[in-house]
């Protein structure tokens, strides 16, 4: 059973830096994308960021870019997303996912996800 969970988040004052971690379970970790989505009330989920395991390729969205940094660590089977220079904006709930395949900024491309940690950046 493939089990995605998240940790890290909390409150952070603007210009502060988290780090986020999605420890994952239950698929081998060599092939697949793992994803960070996030979503803030009333607003649809977005996509953040993407590490390709089968080729090690990062990919982030443009409102992080620069500020973000993905990575996995295989001998944990961990994900982990440096976010700084973190912004209001970048308050939500950040979300972990998985596909056996590729990478992909569509949320319905991937079947499973944690349970979510929430990221809060007061000015």
């Known amino acids: 059973e493939v089990n995605l969970v998240e940790s890290g988040g909390g409150l952070v004052q603007v210009g502060g830096s988290l780090r986020l971690s999605c420890k994952t379970s239950?698929?081998?970790?060599?092939?697949?994308?793992l994803s960070w989505f996030r979503q803030a009330p009333g607003k649809e989920r977005e996509w953040v960021s993407c590490f390709s395991l089968e080729d090690g390729s990062k990919s982030y969205a443009d409102s992080v870019k620069g500020r973000f940094a993905i990575s996995a660590d295989a001998p944990t089977s961990t994900v982990t997303l440096q976010m700084n220079a973190l912004k209001p904006e970048d308050t939500a709930t950040y979300y972990c996912?998985?596909?056996?395949?590729?990478?992909?900024?569509?949320?319905?491309?991937?079947?499973?996800w944690g349970q979510g940690t929430q990221v809060t950046v007061s000015s």
């Open positions: 239950g698929f081998t970790f060599g092939n697949w994308a």
């Open positions: 996912a998985a596909d056996p395949y590729f990478c992909s900024d569509s949320d319905y491309r991937y079947s499973y």
